[in-house]
């Protein structure tokens, strides 16, 4: 289903500058459709972001495909993910063999999104918590993604990361925020690069937004 759209959509993610050919594969096989409202399937395929319910949104397709790309993966790397709403980002996550922990402040997107994983027979590890926390449990992870906005960096997630892995997140006021890619040298010092623009729901938190 949607083979056209799905083509098209890799054509425009190429134009944009995404270069792996595993991301884009990776975009062009896992079925966004079926991580949206059934009411607006028919956009699935455009590089937008779409709404999910409770004032959350699935993020658009060359924002997930960007941070995917620059986070440098390989199969079998351990990722922790900040914002599981749809799943879609874990699904693509997963889709490239990393083992995904993702963690859902929202009782019924966690609810949902378990829901349609297991449907699927999507073996990413879902929690409903806190995820400014972390997840203490399984650190610490080769890359930590972070898909909402924060106006700093929670200190939690950069202690549960590996030296040498990478972090992500869109920091910056409500509305409008940079990409930040963090990687960890030490328990203390870090080098980061930056990416403008980029617009993500808020995260809200105990090291994050306070509502
Ligand atoms: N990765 C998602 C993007 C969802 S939007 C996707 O592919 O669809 C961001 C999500 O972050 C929302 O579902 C929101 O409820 C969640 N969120 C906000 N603050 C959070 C927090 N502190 N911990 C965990 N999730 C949080």
Request: with cysteine; net charge neutral; aromatic share 10%.
């Amino acid at each position: 289903m949607y083979e056209s759209e799905k083509k098209s959509l890799v054509d425009t993610l190429r134009k944009k500058g995404i270069t792996s050919e595993k991301v884009l594969n990776a975009i062009e096989n896992v079925e966004r459709h079926l991580f949206i409202p059934a009411a607006i399937r028919l956009h699935a395929y455009k590089d937008n972001a779409l709404p999910i319910g409770y004032d959350q949104t699935i993020s658009q397709p060359y924002t997930v495909a960007f941070m995917t790309e620059v986070l440098n993966l390989s199969e079998g790397d351990k990722i922790l993910e900040i914002g599981t709403g749809s799943g879609y980002q874990a699904a693509i996550l997963s889709y490239l063999e990393m083992k995904v922990f993702s963690v859902e402040r929202n009782f019924e997107l966690y609810n949902r999104t378990q829901l349609l994983f297991d449907q699927l027979g999507i073996r990413a590890v879902l929690r409903c918590a806190d995820g400014t926390l972390g997840w203490n449990e399984f650190a610490p992870y080769n890359a930590i993604i972070v898909t909402a906005g924060s106006p700093d960096l929670p200190k939690s997630l950069f202690r549960q990361l590996a030296i040498d892995g990478k972090l992500i997140i869109p920091i910056g006021p409500k509305k409008k925020q940079e990409l930040k890619l963090f990687t960890k040298l030490s328990d203390e010092k870090y080098s980061v690069k930056t990416f403008p623009d980029f617009s993500f729901v808020p995260l809200i938190g105990r090291e994050g937004w306070k509502e």
